[in-house]
Structure formats: C-alpha cells, structure tokens
C-alpha cells in the first residue's frame, strides 16, 4: 500500500528533540490522498499526522525518532494514576467536531505562551491554530474538558483509525496543577477501551529527550523499529 502514495522529502531543519541533530521527515503528497481508510495502516508503519500532512522522520544521520505505541488491554493504573483520576473527576468530557471556538483558541494561546514561550502575533497564531488543530483528512475530534463552574480546563485533539487512537495534542490550563496531561492520556486510554481499540498512539519516542520521558510510564508500551513493532522498557 506504501507504494501508492508520493513522499517528498522536507529540508532539514533544526531538530526540535535533540540539540545537535537536523531533522527531516518524509511527507505524504498531496496530502488529500490520505482519508480515513488509509490512516490506520500509515500509523502502524511509524506515520503521524500534523494538520492536514501525514509525515514520518526520515533523517539523514538520526533514527532516534520511534513511534510509540500503548498497549490498552494490558495497561493497568498505578497508584499514581489513579491519584490524578480522583484529582480530575470534576471535569466533564465532551467531544465535538473540528470547529472554531473562541474559547478554545484563547486557551491553545494562553497555553503556547506559557509552556513554550510562543512569541507571535494574535493573527498569525489565530492562523496557526486553524491549520494545526481544525484541518484534518482523517476521523478527527475534539475532546473538551470543563469543570463544574463550566469553567475550559483541556481540549485534546484526537484521531481515531481501525486498531486504536492517535493522541494528536493536548493544550490545558497552564495554572492547574492536577496533572492534565496525565489525565487526558488516561481519559484516551479508557476511549480505547470502551471502543475495543487495542492501541493509543502517543507520537514519537526519542531517547535522550527529557521531556518525552513521560511516555515510558505508561507501560506496556511498543515502539517501532525497522519496521517492526516491539515491546520497549526504559529499564
């Protein structure tokens, strides 16, 4: 099936993982061709999706990038975890189609600033958001978090394929300090469960980057290497 699709090869740029590394990706074009009949074979060979483009690294000197995968069925909580779901279980879930909402966004902006420093314009980063959180080819949603004061805590953006979920992005409350990254994984997980979908998908593993070591708590987990999915452990 790979073989039916035209990959295009980006310019390296600055790897956003590992400071002395250029990164590349390889990019499905055009990027219309992948619906969602298509997307769950392309996760299951390491692709990923990013606005309306379905990408996978493809760098010339660093394999360090693996897709990551949680196994739902043999996931169990530990007491952490179940620590965050009591901290949270105010929070009332909903899930919307890909749309424009004022709220939303002012969240998604409050959040880049805080975490990552965003320094833009209003305008541009309104643009940004249209094109990364609302354009999608692929059985996307919106899962929306308020509080009993009907107060927006989180928005995870979702994708869903035949074997699982796809956790695309998350954005919350930068102020909270009940773990809702955390907890929106969880909530992802137990959608999984209740759809019979053996598999999240949670982006990409790269070893040596401290802030995706998150990803290994959640045991078991696979990664894909070589074009195989393994059992992986940082232990």
């Keep these: 099936m790979m073989q039916s699709f035209n990959l295009h090869l980006s310019s390296p740029v600055k790897c956003s993982y590992l400071a002395d590394q250029q990164a590349s990706s390889q990019v499905i074009v055009p990027a219309n061709q992948v619906n969602a009949s298509y997307y769950g074979p392309l996760l299951r060979q390491g692709f990923r999706r990013s606005g309306v483009f379905v990408y996978r690294p493809q760098c010339a000197q660093c394999r360090a990038c693996q897709s990551l995968r949680i196994d739902v069925n043999r996931f169990t909580l530990s007491k952490r975890f179940k620590r965050i779901i009591n901290k949270n279980r105010h929070l009332h879930c ?72 796809s956790a695309v992005y998350t954005f919350y409350d930068p102020e909270d300090k009940t773990s809702l990254g955390h907890y929106g994984i969880l909530c992802q997980l137990d959608l999984c469960k209740v759809a019979a979908k053996p598999w999240l998908y949670l982006g990409y593993w790269v070893e040596g980057c401290q802030k995706l070591n998150y990803k290994m708590d959640y045991q078991p987990v696979e990664i894909f290497r070589d074009g195989t999915w393994i059992p992986y452990s940082r232990d």
């Design 94 to 165: 909903r899930r919307l189609p890909l749309r424009w909402e004022e709220a939303h966004f002012q969240l998604y902006q409050k959040y880049q600033q805080h975490r990552h420093g965003e320094v833009q314009s209003e305008l541009s980063m309104r643009t940004d958001y249209k094109e990364f959180i609302l354009q999608s080819y692929v059985d996307s949603a919106l899962l929306e978090y308020r509080d009993a004061n009907h107060q927006l805590k989180m928005i995870s953006l979702i994708d869903m394929s035949d074997d699982g979920l």
